[in-house]
């Protein structure tokens, strides 16, 4: 048995105030992910002259 397909509500039937409140609950939420797990810093590509081998110990 399918169950009928319940479409979005027209923009005309959303209520301004909970797309509002939906908007600033995102950009807070991005906030803390922002903090939570910032970008990490690009390190420039190191060469193999820049790290030599390690001794060989066996």
């Known amino acids: ?10 923009p005309s039937w ?3 105030a909970i797309a509002e409140a939906v908007d600033r609950q995102n950009q807070a939420m991005r906030e803390l ?4 797990f910032p970008e990490p810093e690009v390190v420039p ?3 193999s002259r820049e790290f030599p081998e ?3 110990s066996w």
């Open 54 to 56: 390690p001794p060989r």
């Open 14 to 16: 959303a209520d301004p």
């Open 1 to 10: 048995m399918q169950w009928p397909h319940r479409a979005v509500a027209p």
């Open 45 to 47: 590509y190191a060469t």
């Open 33 to 36: 992910s922002r903090r939570a």
